[in-house]
């Protein structure tokens, strides 16, 4: 579209905001964003290409600076852990190891090794890799709409959804690899690494008044292992859990003392039918060994705070060890990632602006 000066100064023909806008959005487009998308596109394609790579990654698991906390708070100089554990793409392929924890069967080491015809699932990584395929689909759409010879309104507006459901993948993605989801810590996870790949050592983690748990996780760009030595609580109801709702009797009170700031844990528990005693040397005995109602306040206050709901039962923490392993993969892909989501980001916005 041309304009023609007027003799007072003004333009004729001049184009309307509207025109101008899309003038504007198609310059980025053409100009600024289409000689990019090449480039973009190789390190998603890098990256994907990185996560799905059937090389076998092998890294070690010791204690080093990795920390071990029992129930004082304190660190537990006597707690170790020695092994190997394999990456493959999305998969854990190989895990052994000798685990041995002070609290858990006499602090005998705990040998575990995963059978050889399973594969365990790094839902974070499988989730990015689909993520990253989506992401590489809609860029190929990007440059399809981008190579048009009249973009109109409609085609603008297109194209920048289609920027911003990249920008959300790439956000999404870069946050997985930060943050595990719930459902696959604890004590959500319900001990699934552990129960469905140690078919035959499984069992050594766990005795009549205690109970392993392995949480296996990335977090912070590296592979993370938590290892709980919990105790089962015995003493009823608080060993108890609601068949329908599957929750336990503490979980009942914290939700009644979240629903009602006022009332006090002394009469939700008498309303359930416990007696609570006063505190005492001798009854604090008495209920300390007790497995009926009966119980002090401090004890109910603490088995309110450390009682946990995991796999069908009622378990306290005594000890944990938290172990960390880097995966140079996880690093790179991290760095990748995060370069394109500023530059996506800086696209979004330099497109939002003009609409």
């Not at 069967?105 to 365990?120: A, E, Q, Y």
């Not at 592979?223 to 009797?249: H, Q, T, Y």
């Not at 938290?322 to 993969?329: A, G, K």
């Amino acid at each position: 579209m041309t304009a023609e000066l007027y003799d007072d100064g003004t333009y004729k023909n001049a184009p309307t905001y509207e025109q101008s806008s899309l003038l504007q959005q198609t310059w980025l487009i053409k100009e600024i964003i289409k000689p990019e998308l090449p480039n973009l596109m190789d390190h998603v394609e890098k990256c994907l290409t990185q996560l799905s790579s059937s090389e076998k990654f092998r890294m070690p698991l010791t204690n080093g600076n990795n920390v071990s906390i029992n129930t004082t708070g304190v660190a537990s100089q006597s707690t170790s852990i020695k092994g190997t554990i394999t990456r493959q793409a999305g998969f854990i392929v190989d895990f052994q190891a000798i685990i041995k924890l002070p609290n858990f069967n006499r602090g005998k080491p705990i040998v575990l090794k995963m059978d050889s015809d399973r594969t365990f699932s790094l839902v974070q990584i499988n989730t990015i890799i689909d993520n990253l395929s989506k992401v590489l689909h809609l860029f190929d759409e990007l440059q399809q709409l981008s190579e048009l010879h009249n973009l109109k309104i409609q085609n603008i507006h297109n194209f920048h959804d289609k920027i911003g459901k990249i920008l959300e993948l790439l956000t999404q993605s870069i946050t997985l690899l930060q943050n595990p989801p719930r459902e696959i810590v604890f004590p959500h996870n319900n001990n699934s690494f552990l129960k469905d790949n140690f078919s035959e050592s499984h069992e050594a983690c766990e005795s009549a008044h205690h109970l392993v748990s392995i949480e296996l996780v990335l977090f912070k760009n590296e592979v993370c292992l938590d290892i709980r030595n919990m105790a089962k609580v015995v003493k009823k109801p608080w060993s108890e859990i609601d068949s329908n709702s599957g929750l336990s009797f503490a979980d009942k009170v914290r939700d009644r003392l979240k629903q009602d700031r006022t009332v006090r844990i002394a009469d939700i528990l008498k309303d359930e039918g416990l007696q609570v005693e006063q505190t005492s040397v001798i009854n604090n005995l008495i209920s300390s060994l007790s497995v009926t109602e009966r119980i002090t306040l401090p004890q109910a206050s603490d088995l309110m705070a450390r009682c946990v709901t995991f796999d069908g039962r009622v378990v306290t923490e005594s000890e944990k060890v938290s172990i960390t392993t880097s995966d140079p993969t996880l690093i790179s892909v991290s760095a990748k990632m995060n370069g394109l989501e500023n530059k996506i980001s800086n696209h979004f916005v330099n497109i939002q602006n003009l609409i």
